[in-house]
DNA sequence: CACTTGCCTAAGCGCTTGCTCACCTTCAGG
DNA sequence: CCTGAAGGTGAGCAAGCGCTTAGGCAAGTG
């Protein structure tokens, strides 16, 4: 009550989905599915936290499955779209790796409760759902490879094994949303320089 | 038929776990769980896998929640025993934060279907069984960061953060779970000694 | 031999699940 | 004032769930 409009200005998430229904059911999912997991999650449940009826869900989407679907498109959009504007900005390989994992690892701590369901819950997404979805990874992989690959080049970076160091930095990321805890002491401001940094390190990027 | 005792003398899993029959639940379960999750797994999906009726998982566990608690605490114990070995070895600081990354990131990856039972199925379990297996892990943690410290001590390493290292270090391990593929292009073995390369940079260990 | 014990199955109980259907309310446009 | 679309509800269906029960069979023991 009063909080209805918190922060106003502030980039409000979801706020691509409407109709209002559909994006307070959409939440309500995130939620449930982050606390329990897809398949412990009952459509009641998301229902109730919305404050609708069972039923009220079927109006604005046609399955469980395509509410997690639309939930983990949304999600790897944004995740790409970190990516990529670090991959394309301005600076040395190492600034731009920096900002990366520092911007990439801040998304899943501060928003950990959709991050653990855009990454966790892949397996649930029916196969056609799940391919569209692992092409965005792909590309997401790409976008950090590619900064790598930039790095080794200038002489910048001393990596042996680019795909595999690829592979080691994002997964080292990602799996910020599964520990993360609010309750805990680091803010995910922290832990991106915290991140930043030992990501540097594992590249053999020159420290000052 | 016929592969009952494959390569017999070699070290095999879940040994401990007897009679025969509770074994090959288990395993059933193990399988199951590690491809659906433990939520999207039926009863009678295991019993199925372990070729019996769907009552006779209810002679050797009481509930489904048994089976995974069973699994997760030896899981636990082995990824422990396999951390205290490193920190408990001979050697540098160096030379057992390697050992320890290498022997760990092996297990992740050669037993990932059990690995990613025990690593991602820790909401699934009841209030109790949870509270026990989370002081295993905090086992695990204290076995990192000793060795992280005695680095640190000894001036081996260099770490701002020996908390957040110590976490990153055991993130960055345990998601070789969620990952690792069996028809991929790494073996086991390859990923621990590129992990175990990764991690001593990571702490700002000399190279050569 | 009778009897117990260990291990297993067929059948099925009570409940919850994802989802549907008939119906109701609100409101803009002619 | 009527109409139709949009968005919601209560009741409930068919299927599948975790788990139980009654009973069968083989092996070991007096």
Redesign the pocket.
Known sequence: MGAAKETLGEEQPWAEVS?D?ARRLLIAAVDAFAERGYHA????DIAGRAG?????L???YK???ELLHRISRLGHDKALAILRAAADGEGTAADRLSAAVRSFVRWHAGHHTTARVVQYELDALSAEHRAEIVVLRRLSDAAVREIINDGVRAGEFDVPDVPGTTLAVLSLCIDVARWFDVGGRRTPDEVGALYADLVLRMVGAAQR
Do not use: F, G, L, V
């Open positions: 109709p229904a999650t009952t459509t009641r609708m009826s069972p039923a009220a079927y109006i604005h399955t469980k499955e």
